[in-house]
C-alpha cells in the first residue's frame, strides 16, 4: 500500500519567547522543528507498511529549511518525501494549506501511483486547531477517522481503533481513506544510522513548486485565506521576585510562603480578603 | 557517495575535536563520515566562553572572517572573593589573542566547514559502540547498523562511554572531573561596553575565586558576549561528592550559581537581567590524568576531551583550541599513515608523536600538578581570605594603616597560615601556574 504521511515544521513552541513590549512571539533563532504529534502519524504509515509492504512518502507545505524535518522522519524509515514549497504558499491558514497538501496528493498519484492512506496527526503544537486531515479528506472525498490509534487491514478495508474519552471504538473504512493519529498514541521509533544516511546521500526528497502544481494564487498561501486572526492577547509577564528558601520541614516551608504572601503588597490584600472579607486596611 | 561502501574514516562526536579531524580528511579527499548524537552539531556543548585563535587558525584561515566570534578578550580580570570582599586584578591589551563564543554556534561553525569540505555528516544519531575485530577496530556501530571505516576517530568528548566499553580507559573517577554549570544573562549590548569600559567589539574574560564555590575546589567564570553575560562556576566533583556525604556541601549547585549571580559586587554589572539560559557538561578538571595510556590503536585515534587533553591553570581554559589542534594532528597522522601501507597501529601512533611535541603536550606538561594545586584548600580558600585580609587591613583602617608587612603577618596569623609553609608551597607551585 502507498501511504502518504502529513509532517508540519513549525517553531519549538517551548523555545518561543513573548516580547511584552510588543505583544508579538519572538521567533528568531527559534529553532523549527517537526510538530511532535505527527510522529505518532509517521510510526502509524511505518508499522501500515511494515506490515503490508508498499512505501510511505511524507509531504509538508513549508519553506525550504523543512528538508532537515523530512529528513527526520527519513532517518525514522519513511521512503521518501514530498516538500511543497512556492513563496506564493506562505502567510496560509488551514483551508489555504490543505488546499495545496490536496494537490500535492493528487500529484503524487498522478506521478508516482495510488495513494492508499494518508496519515495526520492529531493537531500542531503551534496552532492547535485539528482541521488540516478533516479539510483534506473533504478536498479528496475521501472518509475521515480521528483520534486513531491504531490501524490494520482486513481485505480491502481499513480496520480503525478510535481512542475516545471513555471508549475504545473500532470502525471500519472503505479505502482510500484519511486518518488522524491520536496524540501520544504510538511511541515513534528512533531515527537509525543507515536510514539517515540514506535521507543525506540519495536525498529521497522532491521538491515541488507552484509551478509543478498550478494553482491559482488567490486559492493559496496569504490570499487563498479567508480567516482572520482579529486579534491576540498575550498573557503579561509576571515579575517574580525570586526568593529561595530552604525550609526545616513542611511545616516552616508553609510558615514562610504564607508569611512573604502576606507582606506582599499586591497578594496580601487579597488573602485578607478572601480569608476574611477584610479589604486589607 | 553511497551509504553501503566502507568508509575511510568515522569519526564520532561533531566537536571541535572531531570536526577539525574531519575537515583535515575530507579536504584530503578521504571519505569521511561523522556521526553526532545531538540535533546538529554544537546542540550538546557547553563550555564557559573563551577560545584561543592561532591554533584555530592552523586549521582554518578565514577564521577572523566567518566564525561565530562576539568579542575579542582584550581584558582579562581576576577576582578573589571573600564574603562581599572582592579583590581584583585586571590586565588591558590591545593585542587579543581569544575570542568569546558560544560553543554550539562554534562547533556548529567547524562541522559545517567539514561538510563544505565533503564530509558527511549525521546528526541524531548515537554511537552505540566502537566495533573490534581480530584486534583491530573495523568501524563503529548504532542500534542494529554496522558502519565500517579503516580508521575511527573517537571524539566523543570527556564522558568517553564508548572507549570505556572498548576497555581503553577506565571508568571516569570523579576526582579527574569537573562540573559546570552556566547561565547567560541578557544585558543588553551598551551595558556591557558601559560597565565593563569596554569597547565596542572588545570582550572580557574573568575568573573568580574564593568563597563563592562554598569550600569546594573550583571557580566562576564571566564572559561577555555580543549583548548578553555568561556566568558560571566549575566544580570539583570528587571534592563536592565528599563535601556533600559529609554534609559540608547542602545547597544544589544551581543555588550556589544564584548566589555568585546575587552577588552585590557582579550583579551591579547585569542588574536583574533575564536568564536567557541554564545548563550544565562536565570538564576535566586539568592535568595529565585523565589522558588514556594509548592514543592510538589499530585502526582508532583519540582526541580532544576523550583524549584528556584540557588545561585549566584557574586564570585560563584551554580545552577548545587542545581539542581541534589533536584532531588536526590526527588526521595529518591518518593521511602519512595511509601514505605509508595503512592504518596500523604503528602507523597511526605516529599521531602520539605528533602530539607529543605539539604546544599542546608542553602546555599539559608544564603546568603538570596544576589541578593538585588547584584543589588544595591552601590556595583556593586559605590564600584568598589571606589576600582579602592583608587589603583588609590596608585599606579599612579608620585612622592608621598598618606596614604591608605588619598587614601580612596579621593576616597569616588570623587564618592559622604559616608563612612559611605558604611561602615553600607557593615557590612550588610558580613553575606549575
Ligand atoms: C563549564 C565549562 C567551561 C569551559 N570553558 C572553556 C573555555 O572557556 N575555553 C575553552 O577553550 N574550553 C573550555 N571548556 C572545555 C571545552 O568545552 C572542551 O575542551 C571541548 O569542547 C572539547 O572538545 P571535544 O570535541 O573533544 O568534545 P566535545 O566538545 O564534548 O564534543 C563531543 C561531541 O561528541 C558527541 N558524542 C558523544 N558521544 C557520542 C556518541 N556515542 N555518538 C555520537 N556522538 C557522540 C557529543 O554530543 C558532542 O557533540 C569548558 C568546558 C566546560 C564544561
Redesign the interface.
Given at each position: 500500500m502507498r501511504i502518504v504521511v502529513g509532517i508540519k515544521w513549525v517553531p519549538n513552541t517551548q523555545a518561543v519567547r513573548f516580547d511584552p513590549k510588543t505583544g508579538t512571539l519572538i521567533r528568531q533563532g527559534v529553532p523549527a522543528i517537526v510538530n511532535p504529534h505527527d510522529f505518532p502519524a509517521v510510526e502509524l504509515a511505518l508499522r501500515l507498511r511494515d506490515a503490508y509492504g508498499g512505501e510511505v512518502i511524507a509531504v509538508s507545505m513549508a519553506p525550504p529549511p523543512a528538508i532537515q524535518g523530512l529528513e527526520?522522519v527519513i532517518?525514522m524509515g519513511v521512503d521518501r518525501a514530498v516538500l511543497l514549497t512556492d513563496r506564493v504558499f506562505a502567510g496560509a491558514d488551514t483551508l489555504a494549506t490543505s488546499y495545496v497538501l490536496y494537490h500535492g496528493i493528487r500529484r503524487i498519484e498522478k506521478e508516482i501511483g495510488k495513494v492508499d492512506v494518508a496519515v495526520f496527526g492529531q493537531e500542531t503544537i503551534d496552532s492547535s486547531t485539528a482541521h488540516i486531515g478533516a479539510q483534506v479528506a473533504s478536498w479528496l472525498g475521501w472518509p475521515y477517522v480521528y483520534y486513531v490509534k491504531n490501524a490494520k487491514l482486513d481485505g480491502d478495508r481499513l480496520v480503525v481503533t478510535r481512542q475516545l474519552e471513555d471508549a475504545v471504538e473500532e470502525i471500519a473504512v472503505e479505502l482510500p481513506a484519511v486518518i488522524s493519529v491520536a496524540m501520544r498514541a504510538l511511541k515513534p521509533r528512533?531515527?537509525?544510522?543507515?536510514n539517515?544516511?540514506?535521507a543525506?546521500?540519495?536525498k529521497p526528497i522532491i521538491v515541488w513548486s507552484n509551478k509543478d502544481l498550478g494553482l491559482d494564487p488567490r486559492c493559496v498561501g496569504l490570499k487563498g485565506s479567508p480567516t482572520i486572526v482579529a486579534k491576540v492577547t498575550y498573557l503579561p509577564e509576571v515579575p517574580r521576585k525570586k526568593l529561595?528558601y530552604?525550609p526545616k520541614d513542611p511545616k516552616d516551608a508553609a510558615r514562610w510562603i504564607l508569611k512573604n504572601l502576606f507582606l506582599d503588597e499586591k497578594t496580601g490584600p487579597l488573602l485578607r480578603k478572601v480569608l476574611w472579607g477584610d479589604s486589607g486596611a | 557517495m553511497s551509504i553501503t561502501g566502507k568508509f575511510d574514516v568515522v569519526v564520532v562526536g561533531a566537536g571541535p575535536a572531531g570536526s577539525a579531524a574531519a575537515y583535515i580528511l575530507a579536504k584530503a579527499g578521504f571519505k569521511v563520515l561523522v556521526v553526532e548524537r545531538g540535533r546538529g552539531a554544537g546542540s550538546k556543548e557547553l563550555f564557559g566562553g573563551k577560545v584561543y585563535a592561532q591554533p584555530l587558525r592552523d586549521i582554518w584561515p578565514d577564521l577572523d572572517k566567518s566564525a561565530p566570534i562576539h568579542r575579542w578578550v582584550t581584558k582579562e580580570r581576576f577576582s578573589l572573593v571573600v564574603g562581599e570582599r572582592v579583590l581584583t586584578v585586571e590586565y588591558s591589551s590591545p593585542r587579543p589573542v581569544g575570542f568569546t563564543t558560544y560553543l554550539p554556534e562554534l562547533a556548529k561553525w567547524m562541522a559545517d566547514k567539514a561538510v563544505e569540505a565533503g564530509a558527511l555528516l549525521i546528526d541524531e544519531v548515537r554511537v552505540d559502540e566502537i566495533v573490534v575485530k581480530d584486534g583491530r577496530v573495523i568501524g563503529v556501530r548504532s542500534g542494529g547498523d554496522l558502519v565500517e571505516a579503516d580508521v575511527v576517530v573517537d571524539a566523543e568528548g570527556v564522558n568517553r562511554l564508548l572507549l570505556e566499553k572498548l576497555g581503553l580507559v577506565e571508568r571516569l573517577d570523579p576526582k579527574h572531573i569537573a562540573l559546570g554549570v552556566k547561565e547567560v544573562l541578557r544585558t543588553g549590548k551598551g551595558v556591557i561596553e558601559e560597565k565593563l569600559g569596554l569597547g565596542k567589539d572588545e570582550g572580557m574574560a574573568w575568573m573568580v575565586a574564593g568563597d563563592i564555590t562554598a569550600g569546594i575546589p573550583g571557580g566562576g567564570f564571566i564572559y561577555t558576549m555580543k549583548d548578553m553575560i555568561s556566568i558560571g562556576l566549575v566544580l570539583h566533583v570528587g571534592k563536592a561528592v565528599e563535601a556533600a556525604e559529609k554534609g559540608l556541601l547542602r545547597e544544589h549547585v544551581s543555588l550556589l550559581l544564584e548566589k555568585f549571580r546575587l552577588h552585590p559586587y557582579f550583579k551591579r554589572i547585569w542588574g536583574e537581567a533575564d536568564i536567557m539560559e541554564y545548563g550544565g557538561h562536565l570538564t576535566i578538571e586539568g592535568g595529565l590524568g585523565l589522558v588514556p595510556k594509548k592514543l592510538a590503536i589499530n585502526g582508532l585515534v583519540v582526541v580532544g576531551d576523550a583524549a584528556g587533553l584540557l588545561l585549566n591553570t584557574g586564570y585560563t581554559v584551554r580545552g577548545v583550541d587542545f581539542a581541534a589542534t589533536s584532531g588536526r594532528l590526527a588526521a595529518e597522522a591518518i593521511i602519512e599513515a595511509f601514505n605509508n601501507g595503512g592504518p596500523s597501529e604503528e602507523n597511526l601512533r605516529v599521531y602520539e608523536d605528533k602530539l607529543k611535541s605539539s604546544f599542546v603536550w608542553r602546555e599539559l606538561v608544564r603546568h603538570r600538578g596544576i589541578e593538585r594545586v588547584m584543589s588544595d584548600p591552601l590556595f583556593f580558600t586559605k590564600l584568598p581570605r589571606l589576600l582579602i585580609g592583608v587589603m583588609k587591613r590596608l585599606y579599612e583602617a579608620d585612622y592608621e594603616e598598618p606596614t604591608i608587612l605588619d598587614a601580612f603577618i596579621e593576616s597569616t596569623s588570623e587564618e592559622d597560615i604559616s608563612l612559611a609553609r605558604l611561602l615553600f608551597k607557593l615557590g612550588s607551585v610558580v613553575g606549575k601556574l
Open positions: 527526520h532517518g528512533p531515527v537509525t544510522l543507515k539517515k544516511m540514506r543525506k546521500v540519495e529561595v530552604k | -
